[in-house]
């Protein structure tokens, strides 16, 4: 590719702080405001996504450019958009203190940098693939497709300025008491035992077998209901992989691919507002091509490509396009 369609890392931090953090922020923010503490989460959920967006999926496409770390990433935004050093806290510093507790030393959106970096470095944009081996699930992710597996339904947050997201649902383990482990290792041993019964399959078993299954499906079904109101009795998995997670380094996502079963007459259900159906072959050819493209080589000025508004979809981009694939094949 040549050089001169690759957006730069400056022009490329700019583009997604301007299409993520801008909407979040007041227009009369100035750097000596004081941000509330739920302003401040949403920019630094935001701001979370530029670091994603730049240090992993635009690398990952331009492995030429440089990796920017935790105090580079700070600088450049601060530079690019004076109004966030109003939630930088180590950067305002007067002194040349060494950060030594990022904890205490650090605001919201300077530990949500600092942990991007991190996740970034952990997945590296070198590898085609990340290795995953030994990562726990820090959540589950359902892509919810209609009867007719034409539509997928798809959230969009008010504060992410149209950025769509899957049904997600964080897994917390901390709330099971030790009374409860014996029976997760029972359902455990019983589908174990329920894989090994099964010699004929379709396709080979991906599942491992550590996994509570049943407990993330519960999740997965759940995640689905609040949002929704469609019960588990209407809605059939289609498939199930583990992916790696955007949020948290080290961490996979239990991803399923679900199918809500009422026949097409019935095709009317309780959808929130900030969820749309969407046509499955669009959200796949939106997943596909740079996230930023030139918009004039005279000028040398950039815009967001449509990746950028699934960027959450990343990374199950590959398996919603096989299994799209052999779905259309099969049809």
């Known amino acids: 590719m040549a050089l001169s369609s690759v957006c730069p890392t400056e ?11 801008d909407p979040v922020i007041p227009a009369t923010s100035s750097v000596r405001d004081s941000p509330s503490p739920s302003q401040q989460q949403r920019v630094a959920k935001q701001v979370h996504g530029v670091v994603i967006l730049y ?99 798809l959230l969009f947050s008010k504060d992410s300025n149209g950025v769509c997201s899957l049904f997600e649902k964080d897994v917390d ?45 519960q999740l997965a079904f759940s995640s689905v209901k ?41 095709d009317v259900i309780q959808v929130p507002i900030y969820a749309f159906w969407v046509p499955i072959k669009d959200v796949i050819d939106s997943l596909q091509g740079p996230l930023i493209r030139k918009v004039s080589h005279r000028w040398n000025r950039w815009t967001i490509a449509p990746v950028v508004e699934y960027f959450h979809v990343l990374p199950y981009a590959g398996i919603l396009s096989d299994w799209f694939s052999r779905y259309v094949i099969i049809r």
């Open 11 to 21: 022009d490329a931090v700019r583009e997604f702080l301007e299409y993520l953090v």
């Open 55 to 153: 240090d992993y999926y635009h690398r990952k496409q331009h492995r030429q450019l440089e990796f920017l770390g935790f105090e580079s990433f700070c600088k450049l935004i601060a530079v690019l958009k004076p109004p966030l050093l109003a939630y930088m806290k180590y950067l305002q510093r007067n002194d040349d203190a060494e950060l030594v507790d990022p904890e205490k030393q650090l605001s919201l959106t300077e530990k949500t940098i600092m942990n991007a970096c991190d996740l970034c470095m952990r997945l590296s944009a070198s590898k085609d693939i990340p290795d995953i081996e030994g990562w726990s699930i820090s959540e589950v992710a359902v892509f919810l497709v209609d009867s007719r597996k034409e539509n997928c339904l």
């Open 173 to 217: 383990i901390s709330n099971q008491s030790s009374e409860a482990m014996p029976d997760l290792k029972q359902c455990k041993k019983k589908r174990i035992k329920q894989c090994k019964k099964k010699r004929i399959t379709k396709k080979p078993l991906r599942d491992d077998p550590s996994i509570n299954e049943d407990a993330m499906q």
């Open 226 to 266: 609040e949002a929704t109101a469609i019960s588990q009795a209407h809605l059939s998995i289609l498939e199930s992989h583990t992916v790696y997670s955007l949020g948290k380094e080290k961490s996979t996502s239990r991803f399923y691919i679900m199918q809500w079963t009422q026949p097409t007459s019935e």
